[in-house]
């Protein structure tokens, strides 16, 4: 039969807790010495039941391997403190180092606005002219460059006004002519409108010295 998943709880009745801990015990205290012989291990196991029975394995000495185990302990702690220790005082050098950084610059920036110049030197004097002169060259650069760029905008900009003046010219030419052209045709309309009251009725009789025609 398949045995079932023990839900892992305390056992509330006492004499099957006590046959489970009997068990578990003498399979644990197998499993210890097996892998101390297949293994070749240095194995210590110590179990103390419910009432404080003491039960003990060892395949070398308990006490030596108690005290092996208290030595490496020591070792890792020292090694992490050591590690924690390094980390902490790199991180104070990281600090250190940071905050010089940063009154450098201020000291820097001091001496390029003018300020605190009365204890440079000549060499220190000079070096801050040299990086006046090239902060001043790179400002001029890229005043120029801009100016560059400002003035093709423009360019750009009256190019499209002149494109956009010659097409309201050819409109305004296209106009007149068609205005001259309506007016021409106005008064064509006109003579022609004179001349056909003129030769429309009856040819008008003249009077001779007879009085007839």
Known sequence: MVRGKTEMKRIENATSRQVTFSKRRNG???KAFEL???CDAEVALIIFSPRGKLY???NFSMNKTIDRYQNRTKDLMSSNNTAVEDLQLEK???SF???KKLEHLEVSK???LGGGL???SID????LERQLERSLSKIRSRKYQILKEEIMKLKEEEKLLLEENAALQVRRKSSKKRETKQRSESKEQDIMDVETELFIGLPERRTTTNGFL
């Open 28 to 30: 644990l205290l197998k």
């Open 36 to 38: 101390s012989v297949l």
């Open 56 to 58: 003990e394995f060892s």
């Open 92 to 94: 104070e050098l990281d």
């Open 97 to 99: 180092t940071i905050t």
């Open 110 to 112: 001091r001496k390029l």
């Open 118 to 120: 009365d204890s440079c």
């Open 124 to 127: 220190e004097l000079q070096q």
